[in-house]
């Protein structure tokens, strides 16, 4: 079998296996991301797995570059992409991208067993903090959003269904006020 045909029938495979399960993503065709944990869990990660040309015979790439891994040390990220890569080299030749995200599940709390979060919103807010000083007042005012008065936010509410959405149909078209003109229209 060719390679492409090789990875045809591993994205069908995933997307099956996958289907509803919300932290499965696929960024392309050729490209996919795995939430590791639960979304509150401070030891989650994200891993992204993307094939090459010639995958399944040569390795994919993975990653860990996610904004999503920013509290992870890079000490922990290379920890967890050398024991991935020991799992690629065993697998190598054979689909390995469901292989490698169940691995990295099975295996998440020796992963992250060192793992001390990093506390990105202090070094954030000293940077801005340092850089504050720096710049100097603008004179130019932000655009504002738009604001709605109380009377419009109703209005909208009541057009729109919990998410947000027109109800179906909203802009059709009555037919029997359109055969009631059209009526007098013909006398």
Known sequence: MSANEDQEME?????????????????SP???????????DPKAFLIEISWTETYPQTPPILSMNAFFNNTISSAV??????????AVEANLGTAMTYTLFEYAKDNKEQFMEHHNPIN????????????????????KKKDKKEQLSKAQKRK???KTDHKGELPRGWNWVDVVKLSKTGSKDDE
């Open 77 to 86: 990220k290379q920890s967890i992409l050398a024991k991935l890569q020991e």
């Open 30 to 40: 050729v490209s996919f991301q795995y939430r590791i944990g639960e979304n509150g």
């Open 120 to 139: 990105s919103a202090t070094s954030i807010s000293n940077i801005i903090s340092i850089e504050t000083p720096n710049t100097a007042p603008s004179s």
């Open 11 to 27: 994205l069908e495979a995933l997307r099956s296996i996958y289907e509803g399960d919300e932290s499965f993503r696929e960024l």
């Open 156 to 158: 909208l509410a009541d």
